[in-house]
């Protein structure tokens, strides 16, 4: 059975629900340490994370065996903290996942056990608690609200603290404290207060470009030295892991839809956006993708008639990745390959 008896748990002893911390009414039946108010937030656990980690948690909350030595008690404890960091991250990427999804009640109970996990480790007042916050504050508003893109004005200072953090954490220029940009110009987007989206929108843009040339820039130089950081051909060159790059996609082509709406009056601005993805699914290992993006950005400069270094540093790119294709990079250090300039 899934209910708790009340005559059944320790004087003393306060359950609380996964979910919302209120007095635990029910148990999951297949790990029994993990507690809930009410059916329904243990379906929403259950769906969302509970039943990928379920088993998982056992070690975690029940009772540390007795160690015969303090050699076997610091073992122990070291296994008990790489369990958590393994939660930690998994948690967060899956609640990621649900976010970019739009899934955004699913996401909750995940970025909650990442965050518990986080607080378990890292104690209370940890800076590394600011991801699991950042992902809350995301997957409340977005629940609450059903679109980001249409935020009325009064939750300006959910974003804002959620830019705020991130800054503290990454710096204002890292593509951690993009997201909240992005957040921040859709809302301006959604007032109609266009000059100020518009600029989040560059300034989103920028981080972007600045992140992933730095990282062809990189890894050229280490294909020159016949090397990279594994010994081996990276699986992916982006630096980033799976809900990074489908964040990072997700931004980039919902300000490329906003870029090509008015791209008769600032196609300057759509092409700097079509050369960032180009980019994006060239590090991604995708060449039929970035080449997409590349010959749509190569069009685009032609159509408009801008000038001729413009299209030439498209051209680049273009060659770039058709010698990817069969060739690694052999540009010389220091030298800038992809010619992108700020889309002002």
Known sequence: MDVIYPLAVP???????????????????????????????QRADWRSIHEKICQLLIPLRTSRPFYNSEEERQHGLQQLQRRQKHLIE??????????????????????????????????????????AYLLLAEASLGKHLGCLHFLPIRNNS?????????????????????????????????????????????????????????????LSQARIQQLDLLGKRFETDTGLDEAQE??????????????????????????????????????????????????????????QKLSVREQNSIQDVLNLISAEEAHPITQPPGSSRWGLVKGS
Not at 20 to 32: H, I, L, M, N, Q
Not at 103 to 124: C, D, I, Q, T, W
Not at 183 to 203: E, M, P, S, V
Request: glycine letters at 4%; one cysteine or more; a neutral charge.
């Open 11 to 41: 004087k003393g002893r306060r359950l609380c629900c996964e979910v919302c911390e209120a007095p635990a009414e029910r148990v999951c039946g297949a790990c029994t340490v993990t507690y809930y108010c009410g059916v329904v937030h």
């Open 90 to 131: 998994f948690c967060y990427t899956v609640a990621q996942k649900y976010l970019f999804e739009g899934k955004y009640e699913a996401a909750v109970p995940a970025a909650l056990h990442s965050l518990r996990f986080r607080m378990n480790v890292h104690g209370l007042s940890s800076v590394e608690l600011v991801p």
């Open 158 to 218: 959910a974003v804002n603290i959620c830019i705020y953090f991130a800054s503290c954490a990454f710096g204002t220029e890292h593509i951690r404290t993009s997201g909240g940009y992005f957040h921040l110009a859709n809302i301006f987007h959604g007032l109609q207060k266009l000059d100020l989206a518009d600029t989040l929108y560059t300034k989103v843009s920028e981080i972007w470009s600045k992140y992933l040339n730095d990282r062809c820039e990189a």
């Open 246 to 303: 489908a964040e990072a996609i997700q931004i980039l082509t919902s300000i490329l839809t906003i870029r090509e709406a008015t791209s008769d009056r600032a196609p300057q601005k759509t092409i700097f956006v079509l050369k960032i993805l180009a980019m994006l699914y060239y590090l991604m290992m995708d060449s039929s993708k970035a080449q997409e993006y590349a010959l749509r950005a190569f069009d685009l400069a032609k159509e």
